[in-house]
């Protein structure tokens, strides 16, 4: 496995078959190696989309958004927790920025012992999920944050050495929002050695801090002076907003090389420690600057994908005007004809983009987006994956014709 992840979907909506097909090639020929998933607290992800990554080399990281001023039912998590393992997975995020003000209820928020009180709600489900093969993640905390970031993981890792046993310590792995937040790749490098004048709640900038893509360097310092070790980090969230002089497809590349662990002139590489980094699959809703994707929401390609496939020698999408149509509709044939149910179904899509309608491979792979209708059993996966290695955006719809006229809707 390399270091090279993303965070799929912020939803739970995306696990169909379909969207499997349509992603797994994507993720292939970036060579990922993690997704971040979101979990549902009330069922597992389809095992056919997990299966479906675990085959293919991509491991799975389960994100379960739990409020932190509760203390959750283990009994309730035992089952999907023993489901999951037995699936395959192994790593699960559990609570979400606990740091933030936010993140708890009012009272909760304005009593004390907040951290400690946080830790009676992550620890038994932490231990639930390593006796049941899981390693638990320490969950993603806001830099800054209402309560300093810096702190409250301090204070965190203080109390696990006091309550945690030697086995959860030993497979404790951190998390850390490695969001650059404007600011350039080397801003923080080093970590409080290097730059002890930066101060808990300081205000943005007035000194380099941990605020940056080089967060990892700072909670291994943190990680090494109270537990006496470095522990495995991994790097969530890369991106954000981009710094003046350098464009988005730059910075993402540079990032790229760091996390392969290239030398990169005038950069310092990461930690060993880095277990991953995972940068953003998709735009989030409202497509802000801190919130940039390699995809666009509906699944199509941005510029920074071909740089990637460029330095990988995969193939990369040509350009539009190496295409003779802009989209087409591939349908298919059967001895008797074509079935009018499959025009009737497209009819609201065909009058809303206007796409070549088709009944051939061969005439598709001229397109530069392509949508077609109907399963394996008409149009083969590889058949397709070869469209895609021809540089075209290639699109699958299938089921019944509620579910086509849904995706098709969304398109």
């Known amino acids: 496995m390399n270091k090279i992840g993303f965070h799929y979907y912020p939803d739970t909506d995306h696990y169909r078959r379909s969207d499997l097909k349509h992603w797994l090639p994507e993720l292939e020929s970036l060579q990922v190696s993690w997704l971040g998933l979101e979990a549902p607290l009330n069922r597992a992800v389809p095992e056919h989309f997990l299966t479906g990554l675990l085959q293919a080399g991509i ?18 998590y ?4 023993e489901t999951y393992a037995r699936w395959g997975v192994k790593y699960l995020t559990l609570f979400e920025r606990p740091n933030l003000k936010s993140s708890w209820s009012v009272e909760s928020w304005t009593q004390s012992e907040l951290v400690e009180r946080f830790l009676d709600a992550y620890l038994p489900l932490a231990n639930t999920a390593l006796a049941k093969g899981l390693r638990p993640i320490f969950p993603t905390l806001q830099p800054g944050g209402d309560y300093w970031d810096t702190m409250f993981l301090r204070a965190s890792l203080v109390g696990l050495r006091r ?3 030697d086995y959860l310590l030993d497979r404790l792995i951190l998390s850390a929002c490695a969001d650059s937040q404007g600011r350039g790749l080397n801003w923080g490098v080093g970590g409080p050695e290097r730059w002890p004048e930066a101060q808990p709640y300081q205000q943005a900038g007035v000194h380099q801090d941990h605020r940056g893509f080089r967060i990892a360097d700072w909670y291994l310092a943190l990680s090494e002076a109270i537990l006496g ?4 980090v991994m790097m969530v969230e890369l991106g954000g907003e981009v710094p003046d002089q350098i464009d988005f497809v730059q910075r993402e590349m540079a990032v790229l090389e760091l996390l ?3 030398e990169l002139e005038g950069f310092e590489p990461l930690p060993e420690q880095v277990l991953c980094g995972m940068f953003r699959l998709v735009d989030d809703p409202g497509s ?3 919130s940039l994707g390699w995809f666009h929401r509906d699944g199509n390609r941005k510029p920074v994908v071909d740089a990637a496939l ?3 020698g995969e193939p990369v999408r040509k350009e539009l005007e190496d295409f003779r149509m802009k989209q087409y509709l591939l349908l298919p044939t059967y001895e008797w004809g074509v079935a009018d149910w499959h025009l009737e179904v497209t009819r609201s899509y065909i009058k809303r983009h206007r796409p070549t309608l088709g009944f051939s491979l061969q005439e598709a792979a001229r397109a530069e987006h392509i949508v077609v209708l109907g399963g394996e059993e008409h149009f083969s996966e590889e058949a ?21 006229a849904a995706q098709l809707a969304a398109i």
């Open 59 to 76: 491991q799975p990281v389960l994100h379960f958004r739990l409020p932190p001023d509760t203390v959750p039912r283990v009994a309730d």
């Open 78 to 81: 035992e089952l999907l927790f």
């Open 163 to 165: 309550r945690a046993s």
């Open 229 to 232: 070790k470095k522990v495995p």
């Open 260 to 262: 392969e662990g290239e």
């Open 288 to 290: 802000s600057p801190t």
């Open 310 to 312: 460029e330095r990988s």
């Open 384 to 404: 397709l994956n070869e469209l895609r290695a021809k540089g075209s955006v290639v699109r699958r719809v299938e089921g019944d014709g509620t579910d086509i």
